[in-house]
Antibody, heavy 121, light 106 residues
Framework: QVTLKESGPVLVKPTETLTLTCTVS??????????VTWIRQPPGKALEWLAH???????SYSTSLKSRLTISQDISKNQVVLIMTNMDPVDTGTYYCARVDSVNELYGDYWGQGTLVTVSS | AIQLTQSPTSLPASVGDRVTITCRAS??????LAWYQQKPGEPPRLLIY???SLESGVPSRFSGSGSGTDFTLTISSLQFEDFATYFCQQFKSFPTFGQGTRLEIK
């Protein structure tokens, strides 16, 4: 059974750095085919793909957020970590991690429940 | 970035209706398109990938079609549990999503 679970702070202050962790089970981060993505959704708005990573450490970032994002993985812990710097109130929203089928099939077939992050002083 | 435009933004419908949602890409994406369903408080659920392939476990009343720039998601006979918001997503280049179509009870 494939599961993903997001964890991290529910409240961060403007200018602070956000660190989110996605803990996966039911598949291996060493699987040469599969990867993990982070996607966010402001309240009542559309989805935004932030970054993804594959087992060979291939990473890709949203062009508009690239300077603020770092994605990494800890295979021993079955975790993928997203770091977003210089948080702003517009970054408020639900952050999801999802499993990606393959490097040529970049869609999420299994999703975590999401974690709501509020940016406020 | 490739932009996706969904229409309509909101779609009132009744149980039993056949409904179609459209997604238009700002440039050709072949069949690199997925459709998701999202209900309030839940993560998106993958319905269709590669424009027309039905994800395992998704009812056969859902179907997708299209290639290039124009795509459709069709629900052949709307069920109560289908009232939700639907998003398209392209993966020809760095993934982007449409703005969503809210399927509402008429």
């Amino acid at each position: 059974q494939v599961t993903l679970k997001e964890s991290g702070p529910v409240l961060v202050k403007p200018t602070e750095t956000l660190t989110l962790t996605c803990t996966v089970s039911g598949f291996s981060l060493t699987n040469i085919r599969m990867g993990v993505t982070w996607i966010r959704q402001p309240p009542g708005k559309a989805l935004e793909w932030l970054a993804h990573i594959f087992s060979n450490d291939e990473r890709s970032y949203s062009t508009s957020l690239k300077s603020r994002l770092t994605i990494s993985q800890d295979i021993s812990k079955n975790q993928v970590v997203l770091i977003m710097t210089n948080m702003d109130p517009v970054d408020t929203g639900t952050y999801y991690c999802a499993r990606v089928d393959s490097v040529n099939e970049l869609y999420g077939d299994y999703w975590g429940q999401g974690t709501l992050v509020t940016v406020s002083s | 970035a490739i932009q996706l435009t969904q229409s309509p933004t909101s779609l009132p419908a009744s149980v039993g209706d056949r409904v179609t949602i459209t997604c238009r890409a700002s440039q050709g994406i072949s069949t690199a398109l997925a459709w998701y369903q999202q209900k309030p408080g839940e993560p998106p659920r993958l319905l269709i990938y590669d424009a027309s392939s039905l994800e395992s476990g998704v009812p056969s009343r859902f179907s997708g079609s299209g290639s290039g720039t124009d795509f459709t998601l069709t629900i052949s006979s709307l069920q109560f549990e289908d009232f939700a918001t639907y998003f398209c997503q392209q993966f020809k280049s760095f993934p982007t999503f449409g703005q969503g179509t809210r399927l509402e009870i008429k």
